[in-house]
């Protein structure tokens, strides 16, 4: 599985869209980029997952480059409650079963 | 719906004691997994199974003993505590990789955690 990395933390105020990034260079072309979310040392909490295309739910919007090196994870409007660890994963989709998780991107939101 | 559940929540042993730790999950997952967390870090991968009566390693696998004897549970056993075992525990279910449609999706669903203390 690939590596990823992220940047160890994030500000964002309130109301305004967090835009958390990850690189993940050597990803292969059979490798999913998934996201996970730990709030307040919980368990952590799926959020979203993409192979190529930019995909959007009710909680995220994530948005693949071209190249699949790298990955945005966007809040649009972040609330406290987003306050959290946010892990980026890279892994095939299939036949493998294990995460490699990083130390993830610490976000906080400002008030 | 209780997802994944984990017992104790807290627990505090002395050197050389023994534990173990209950997962129980009701969404009919074959794979289960057990993680540790130690401060400032990711998880890292104790144990696995990809179905009743099977486990498997994962990247920290010593000092520690699982077990899945019913599909639902999967149990975390530590036989003789050490210091360095202080972690918080936190286990997980998915479906099997690879099946077609939502079940290819491989989403791990996790418990609360089990915070564990060995003094």
């Known amino acids: ?111 | 719906n209780a997802g994944v559940t984990q017992t104790p929540k807290f627990r505090v042993l002395k050197t050389g004691q023994s534990m173990t730790l209950l997962c129980a999950q009701d969404m009919n997952h074959e794979y289960m997994y057990w993680y540790r967390q130690d401060p400032g870090m990711g998880l890292r991968l104790i144990h696995y199974s990809v179905g009743e009566g099977t486990t498997a390693k994962g990247e920290v696998p010593d000092g520690y003993n699982v077990s899945r004897l019913k599909k639902q549970n999967f149990l975390l056993g530590l036989e003789s505590a050490a210091p360095s075992q202080t972690s918080v525990y936190f286990c997980a279910s998915s479906y099997a990789p690879g099946l077609a449609g939502i079940l290819a999706k491989n989403i791990q669903y996790f418990g609360a955690g089990t915070r564990l203390s060995v003094l």
Not at chain 1, 25 to 50: F, L, M
Not at chain 1, 68 to 85: E, G, M, Q
Request: contains cysteine; hydrophobic residues 30%.
């Open chain 1, 1 to 111: 599985d690939a590596k990823t990395t992220q940047p160890p933390s994030m500000d964002c105020a309130e109301g305004r869209a967090a835009n958390l990034p990850c690189n993940h260079s050597t990803i292969s072309g059979n490798e999913y980029v998934y996201w996970y979310r730990q709030i307040h040392s919980q368990g952590p909490q799926y959020i979203i997952h993409g192979l190529k295309n930019n995909e959007t739910n009710e909680m995220a919007s994530l948005i693949i480059t071209e190249d699949r090196k790298s990955s945005t994870l966007i809040l649009p409007h972040a609330t406290l409650r987003d306050t959290a660890v946010y892990y980026c994963i890279v892994r095939v989709a299939s036949g493998t079963y294990k995460y490699i998780f990083g130390t993830g991107t610490r976000l906080k939101v400002l008030a």
